[in-house]
């Protein structure tokens, strides 16, 4: 190892502890408030100056910035903000020591907040990243142990050739050494499904989508989120295949699509070839199973099952669970001895005249119910409706202006319309809620379904052949295609993840004893390659800068818009704790708190982005201003 003879032990030192550092803040980044998400990187960079330069900051600067910095944060706690709150703040310290004084003491607290950063993260999300993570932390604070060793007799000192190579086989023999009772807590020791903090701070969950009622004209816009699902295992289907059910929606409170008691009728009969999938779902508050459409049956977890094929767990999926699901695809499903007509035709408690005129021309046609399907149909396409998620109708009649003025909207503006015409024309009718498509993960046998492939779909029943399902959104101009492959580097990635979470859900201890045995009689006959531990070594140091700068780029929000929203929204969080959810939309939200300064936030930004259009560079000026206001402690 000849580039070990050039370097001093301090200069080592100090890069381990640079990269030790960064190795805690990655994985908490995300989750930080702007101070510490940007003083970090900023100290970092600040600190290898003055190391080249052989300075530092002196404790009489450092010491009041620490306490400065704790009042700040201190002043806004409570305990719903308990582990944000410890978060921000260790990683602000360990930015503040990476300044000060370099010496065996302050690099060892260095070392100990890195970890505490690290530890934090697991509050928010256990994953294999996190393993990966934690195993490059001790690995590089094996090495830097044994160093300090050498810096505390002398901090000039130099390793010939030789000694690195003494000092390297010590350093790696720590965790080597360590392995034994590693292997002894994964088979004692159980696994968290979910991160600490769930636990601490409630059953949260993550919203997948899903909802018990449908109002189109809420909101003039919907973000999509392309948070993780599900991951089902099962072999590659047709994209026209790709409908995930979830939810019947079948009758109305007021103008709202709501879920009600099902009538007594027998189950559906479903008749086709069956598709077994084995399915992962996100934790979620959400208590509907997921299953291509339509699920016959469903195994793996304590359920009821509604005789309109929907199945409901008996508690929330606030945990790592796996079921198993079988599903007959597209066929109708029959129901002998008939559906409750009534039930499926009643209808909303206002309805604008064009769609009254429009069902009482259909219904007077003269026509069977399959040619008013097909002229409705026509209806359709001949509107020339464009799919959109932005500018969408809004006001007391919005499925008029969809149909007749603005046309314009999503799936469930389509989903609505269209099975409210059916039921004016005499043809009972009810919305599916679920996901459309899926990107197929052919190095995990996997599709995965992400949150904004949330979709609505209706089913109609036709006399003989029992419930149809149609989706109109597919009769829009500029429909988009949902199903895709997964591709590139993000595939082995989340393969990676989904086979974390699997393991975590599936062994159980006769499994871990028989990996453990397996991976003892590998490892006996491991034979590493000559260069193996140089070459290694190299590479880490390579790719660690590369990892932060892409984890960095990969979270970083993608335009300049996406960017002061998300300042805007923590401000706002700091400012009224408790009270932003981030779940409603920037209308409601400016409503409700009545803070003019965001009203004013809501405006410029709307008129922009809701009306597909870049903010203009006085506007983003305004916009950042407003922030700035928004930050101040002082109402």
């Given at each position: 190892?000849?580039?070990?003879?050039?370097?001093?032990?301090?200069?080592?030192?100090?890069?381990?502890?640079?990269?030790?550092?960064?190795?805690?803040?990655?994985?908490?980044?995300?989750?930080?408030?702007?101070?510490?998400?940007?003083?970090?990187?900023?100290?970092?960079?600040?600190?290898?100056?003055?190391?080249?330069?052989?300075?530092?900051?002196?404790?009489?600067?450092?010491?009041?910035?620490?306490?400065?910095?704790?009042?700040?944060?201190?002043?806004?706690?409570?305990?719903?903000?308990?582990?944000?709150?410890?978060?921000?703040?260790?990683?602000?310290?360990?930015?503040?020591?990476?300044?000060?004084?370099?010496?065996?003491?302050?690099?060892?607290?260095?070392?100990?907040?890195?970890?505490?950063?690290?530890?934090?993260?697991?509050?928010?999300?256990?994953?294999?990243?996190?393993?990966?993570?934690?195993?490059?932390?001790?690995?590089?604070?094996?090495?830097?142990?044994?160093?300090?060793?050498?810096?505390?007799?002398?901090?000039?000192?130099?390793?010939?050739?030789?000694?690195?190579?003494?000092?390297?086989?010590?350093?790696?023999?720590?965790?080597?050494?360590?392995?034994?009772?590693?292997?002894?807590?994964?088979?004692?020791?159980?696994?968290?499904?979910?991160?600490?903090?769930?636990?601490?701070?409630?059953?949260?969950?993550?919203?997948?989508?899903?909802?018990?009622?449908?109002?189109?004209?809420?909101?003039?816009?919907?973000?999509?989120?392309?948070?993780?699902?599900?991951?089902?295992?099962?072999?590659?289907?047709?994209?026209?295949?790709?409908?995930?059910?979830?939810?019947?929606?079948?009758?109305?409170?007021?103008?709202s699509w709501v879920r009600l008691p099902v009538p007594e009728e027998l189950p559906p009969v479903q008749r086709g070839s069956a598709v077994v999938q084995e399915i992962y779902p996100e934790r979620s508050q959400n208590s509907y199973l997921l299953a291509l459409n339509t699920p016959r049956s469903i195994t793996g977890v304590r359920h009821d099952e509604a005789n309109d094929a929907v199945f409901i767990s008996r508690r929330p999926l606030d945990r790592k669970v796996k079921y198993v699901a079988t599903s007959v695809l597209g066929g109708a499903l029959e129901v002998k001895r008939g559906i409750d007509r009534d039930f499926y035709l009643q209808l909303p408690a206002t309805l604008p005249e064009r769609m009254l005129a429009k069902g009482r021309e259909l219904a007077r046609a003269g026509l069977d119910p399959r040619e008013r399907m097909k002229l409705l149909e026509g209806f359709f396409r001949n509107q020339r409706i464009t799919y959109a998620n932005t500018d969408l109708p809004v006001g007391p009649q919005p499925l008029d202006s969809f149909l007749f003025d603005k046309r314009r909207g999503n799936c469930e503006y389509f989903a609505s319309s269209y099975a409210t015409l059916l039921r004016l024309a005499g043809i009972p009718s009810r919305l599916v809620g679920g996901y459309r498509g899926g990107s197929y993960n052919d190095m995990g046998g996997y599709y995965l379904v992400t949150e904004d492939m949330a979709h609505v779909w209706v089913e109609a029943y036709l006399d003989g052949a029992g419930w149809q399902t149609i989706d109109p959104s597919a009769w829009a101009v500029g429909a988009a295609r949902r199903g895709a492959a997964a591709r590139g580097l993000s595939m082995y990635v989340d393969a990676v993840s989904f086979y974390w979470d699997k393991a975590v859900v599936s062994y159980d201890l006769d499994k871990q004893i028989a990996l453990v045995r397996r991976a003892g009689n590998k490892a006996r006959d491991l034979r590493l390659p000559d260069g193996f531990v140089r070459g290694a070594l190299v590479l880490l140091f390579l790719a660690l800068p590369a990892a932060g700068i892409g984890y960095w780029l990969r979270k970083r929000p993608a335009s300049r818009e996406e960017r002061v929203l998300r300042s805007m929204l923590r401000a706002a969080r700091k400012r009224y704790p408790g009270e932003v959810s981030g779940e409603e939309g920037l209308f409601e939200l400016s409503v409700r708190l009545g803070d003019p300064r965001i009203r004013e936030f809501t405006a410029i930004y709307g008129a922009a982005v809701y009306r597909d259009r870049p903010l203009r560079r006085e506007e983003l000026a305004r916009l950042k201003e407003i922030v700035r206001e928004l930050r101040q402690h002082d109402p």
């Open positions: 190892m000849p580039f070990m003879a050039k370097l001093k032990i301090e200069k080592l030192l100090n890069l381990l502890a640079g990269c030790i550092a960064l190795l805690g803040y990655l994985p908490l980044q995300p989750y930080l408030d702007p101070l510490p998400s940007y003083f970090f990187p900023a100290s970092l960079l600040i600190a290898f100056y003055l190391q080249r330069s052989g300075r530092a900051l002196p404790a009489r600067l450092l010491t009041p910035l620490s306490i400065a910095l704790f009042l700040y944060y201190a002043a806004g706690f409570s305990m719903d903000r308990l582990v944000p709150v410890t978060g921000d703040l260790l990683v602000l310290f360990l930015a503040v020591r990476l300044l000060g004084e370099r010496s065996g003491r302050h690099y060892l607290q260095a070392f100990a907040l890195s970890l505490f950063c690290l530890a934090a993260s697991s509050l928010y999300e256990i994953s294999a990243v996190f393993l990966l993570y934690l195993l490059l932390l001790l690995l590089l604070l094996a090495v830097s142990l044994v160093l300090i060793t050498f810096h505390a007799q002398d901090p000039a000192i130099s390793l010939t050739p030789e000694q690195g190579k003494r000092v390297l086989s010590v350093s790696l023999f720590i965790p080597v050494a360590s392995l034994p009772i590693l292997l002894v807590l994964f088979v004692l020791l159980p696994r968290t499904q979910y991160p600490l903090w769930h636990f601490l701070n409630g059953a949260a969950g993550k919203k997948t989508g899903l909802s018990d009622s449908i109002q189109p004209g809420e909101t003039a816009s919907v973000t999509e989120v392309k948070g993780a699902v599900l991951r089902a295992v099962t072999g590659k289907l047709p994209e026209e295949k790709l409908y995930w059910r979830g939810i019947v929606l079948n009758g109305f409170r007021g103008n």
